[in-house]
């Protein structure tokens, strides 16, 4: 059934005049030594994939005389042929690999080289990808290297089986059977992730009690490291910081009470005992009530030290939140991390990432980039994605998510001088740094298709790509996704496409347009809620975010708001400082403007809101058409499930659209305009 279960493995058969083709080039396999157990991986994918794609498996040879694929490291290829340019294999470092037509014994060569087995894994999921994708076998040649070295994935998975801003079912983690019982979607798991480059995975929310720290829980994760290992993925876990108190009942957590540091030492000698290749600690500290070191006047980099001084002798890791924000100072909360870490910067360990969402205040439709990109040039920023969608509609509705990615990946900080890129302050290239890293919290669950529909599934494979390759382009890979899901038919690939590309900024338009953000409905964040102001902390109330009354609406963050501008670089903050001439899709983000202002188009700012909200509706119409449109080329599993989405999404944004536009008009007194009609 086509049901969704194999993501971007599918594997299908290949159409007859393609498969000549293969079958023409690669007729067996010299596979190595099989004895290294990520090596046995490769041949096995391979195996499955050629079984799968043309019917039957490839015919193991032992004689590389006689070879047509084969997998060689950098070493072993040294020895068999010059013909190979292996100071261009160095170069692709520990994890690259190099895909191409070769000439061995004088025979013409299929080859996956590597410095690794890893690369080869890598390598060969590339192969069979290439093959998905009908890319011509004589035409393959090229290489590839990961620009960040941590490509890792954040469950908020709670031990009991819930996932905090999940939409797919319950946790794909079964902590009540493990470790003896060993599902085989773990392994599936794993090699979804594998053939994407993603190497880390940590396993549980950063709002878990420290339970999770337990030796029994330990033991758990070990059965699930073990499974990941030979995939090149390591595990990681969320520390609560107090669990020296939760555990073992001491009195306090403080970093600067050697008993304290004392019980982390011991506690990551115990984890690398049962996984020796233990990634490291995720933290949210002092933020939304979890512990921290503030709680004992202590900094965020003393708390992440202490830490990374248990993991260092071990090659473990802290990844440090920056989301932090406290009521106390509610000013503007979109300010706070930037002003509770930039003075920190090159006060944290070598071995602390410090990651930070994408944008100031938390993953929302569109927010600018988050000032400490580009701030801190001596510590180094690990970038947060939200792969699941807790503000862009969950599950139901429809939003390709690698455009706001790329957006934010290409955003010029000026740190250094015009083409400061995001990419480059978190790939190191800005600044020189060597450990590097990107998080998307996971869209993973229970669901029989993982991602709790079809099309969210294209944003865990797109983070998986852009994590590889930073620069990557969204729509290559979105091309890409469609082919390896549904089918290489132009036909049918071109019109979807186009919808995913439109999809995000659609949902920009009916819910947050303009710039504005954070209106969603309390809580669960789905639906709007613009009108709610009696939230206990202001900064938890859409009216703090939107700030409309009769004369006007938007957070002014100028010099006679906020001033959150100043925390960009001089150049950034200049484009943002007009309201006439500056990008206007971050408008009200920046500026508190009266509902007549005029617009670059020449209309009122009250006018653009509601054509915004009127094309968010006619985009999601439009999407829902062209999905109609492509009934022949889909399978009636995915064609009705993604077709009943989508009337949600058409009814949902006209929801948005009238309660935001009755809100909105309510308050400035302007009428709402005749508008899209209401869908039937
Ligand atoms: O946006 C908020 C979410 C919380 C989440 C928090 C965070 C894990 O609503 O559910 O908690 O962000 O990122 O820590």
Redesign the pocket.
Known sequence: AEDGYDLWLRYQTLPESYAKDVNRTIKNLVPGDINDPTRALAIEELQTGFSKMLGKPLPIKSNAGKASLMLLTSEALAQISNDVDTAKLTELGDEGYLLTQAKINNKPVTLIAANSEQGLLYGAFELLQQMQLQTSLKELNHSSSPKIQRRVLNH?DNLDGSV??GYAGSSIWDWWELPGVINPRYKDYARANAALGINGTVLN???SKAISLDHRYIEKAAALAEVFRPYGIKVYLSARFNAPMELDGFENADPQNPKVRQWWKDKAKEIYQIIPNFGGFLV?AN??G?PGPGDYGRSHAEGANMLAEALEPYGGIVMW?A?VYSEHDAEDRGKQAYNEFKPLDGKFKDNVLLQV?NGPI??QPREPYHPLFGAMPNTPLMM?F?ITK??LGFATHIAYLAPLYQEVLAADTFAKGKGSTVAKVIDGSLDGHKLTGIAG?ANIGHHRNWSGSIFNQANWYAFGRLAWDPYADSQTIGRDWLALTFTNEEQFTEPTLGMMMRSREAVVDYMTPLGLAHLMATGH?YGPGPWVSDLGRPEWNPAYYHKADKNGIGFDRTKTGSNALAQYSKEVAQSFADPKTMDERYLLWFHHLPWDFKLQSGKTLWQGLVEHYDHGVEEAKAMQQTWQSLKPYVDQERFTDTAQRLQIQVDEAQWWRDASLAYFSHVSGKAIPQGTTPPK
Do not use: G, L, T
């Open positions: 908020w905090e801003r929310n950063v709002n949210k933020s939304e979890q939140r989301f969402k938390d993953f947060e939200q807790e503000y919290v964040h």
